[in-house]
């Protein structure tokens, strides 16, 4: 399976934090990077491309055509922390194979410059609506599950997490790098920024960093009319979502 990774440009850095969020139900992970991209004003440092993404183009608003790819975000940390590199994009591959490549090319391409551990942000779908989203999570170490814990984090114990949400901190361990996936609860019905903003608290914590919230909010408080419609269709019986089992994680 062919990975090309293309870099635009080749920062210093020190020790980086890997930060990983691709679409996903609810768009959880996804929504958190896309938002520590913005917020901490991120510069774009690489494309991916590889022939287990989406086979098509995507159309832009001038009608331009581009392959499906992955990006890669850097970010200095001026003060004196860890410098991190953020990743996203716009499918996650269509294939097992196409997964392990993609998610092992990143990891060589990461740990070339110094980073040693991963985070990677996901879903954990409940089939139901909250208003306050838990975070559960797991980690490559006992160590960091006691750092889980701590911080109020559900860890899971059974189960697994499908993708590259998974693979990345699986794969992460066999090159000993430390790696954590954290889970943010929510239904699996609709795009769900509350569930990114828990997620994000949680890791801002991990980090030892400030992230401001206010877009997310924003976000969060124009979806939640939708909710309480699709709440109210799923008590009428008028519409059920596509069932799955609680505990689904993504």
Not at 160 to 166: A, D, P
Not at 218 to 234: G, I, N
Request: aromatic share 8%; net charge neutral; proline share 4%.
């Amino acid at each position: 399976m062919e990975v090309r990774v293309k870099f635009l440009k080749q920062p210093e850095t020190k020790e980086p934090i890997l930060i990983c969020g691709l679409p996903g139900s609810g768009y959880v992970g996804k929504l958190g990077v896309d938002h520590l991209i913005k917020e901490l004003q991120a510069q774009l440092m690489g494309e991916v491309y590889c022939y287990g993404f989406q086979p098509q183009v995507i159309i832009k608003s001038d009608g331009s055509a581009n392959l499906p790819k992955h990006e890669l975000y850097f970010w200095k940390n001026e003060n004196f922390g860890k410098d991190l590199i953020l990743y996203t994009g716009d499918f996650q591959p269509t294939s097992a194979n196409a997964e392990y490549a993609v998610s092992d090319k990143i990891l060589e391409a990461v740990e070339k410059m110094g980073a040693k551990q991963v985070y990677t942000l996901a879903a954990y779908i409940t089939g139901s609506f909250t208003e306050k989203p838990k975070v559960f999570g797991a980690a490559t170490d006992t160590d960091l599950v006691k750092q889980l814990e701590g911080l109020g984090v559900i860890v899971t114990t059974e189960g697994s997490i499908s993708g590259m949400n998974g693979l990345m901190i699986g794969l992460a361990k066999i090159r000993k790098m430390r790696g954590v996936c954290l889970l943010g609860e929510t239904s699996g019905y609709v795009v769900d920024p509350k569930a990114s903003q828990a997620v994000l608290e949680v890791l801002s914590q991990m980090l030892e960093m400030k992230i401001d919230m206010t877009t997310l909010e924003k976000t969060a408080k124009e979806t939640e009319s939708f909710v309480r419609t699709v709440e109210e269709m799923k008590k009428k019986g008028v519409e059920r979502g596509p069932g799955r089992e609680p505990g689904y994680i993504s």
